[in-house]
Nanobody, 123 residues
Framework: QVQLVESGGGLVQAGGSLRISCAAS????????MGWFRQAPGKEREFVAI????????YYADSVKGRFTISRDNAKNTVDLQMNSLKLEDTAVYYC????????????????WGQGTQVTVSS
């Protein structure tokens, strides 16, 4: 079965950096667009970044543009999110998601989800 396992979350000070990763198994990884979404306490889950099947196209939420970078390695079946200049408002559980075919912004378009990894930014 398809499994997405996130890792790398933790506690970081504002202005710092963190890299989170997602390892995928049970699917033909290169056939799936991948996305990172997040959910803060009391808020709805939101789109953060998505990457096309080849990795050639990436899209970011305005709130993270210029600070976050999504990348993938189709040989290793992994997708990463490099987060720089972290802000307090970046605190959330970050989820990795997979969608067969092209990229989409809506989380409802993604069939497979990881369990999430907590990112906490402190002042």
């Amino acid at each position: 079965q398809v499994q997405l396992v996130e890792s790398g979350g933790g506690l970081v000070q504002a202005g710092g950096s963190l890299r989170i990763s997602c390892a995928a198994s049970g699917l033909t990884f290169s056939s799936y667009a991948m996305g990172w979404f997040r959910q803060a306490p009391g808020k709805e889950r939101e789109f953060v970044a998505i990457i096309s099947r080849s990795g050639g196209n990436t899209y970011y939420a305005d709130s993270v543009k210029g600070r976050f970078t999504i990348s993938r390695d189709n040989a290793k079946n992994t997708v990463d999110l490099q987060m720089n200049s972290l802000k307090l408002e970046d605190t959330a559980v970050y989820y990795c998601a997979a969608r067969l075919g092209v990229t989409r912004y809506l989380d409802s378009e993604y069939a497979y989800w990881g369990q999430g990894t907590q990112v906490t930014v402190s002042s």
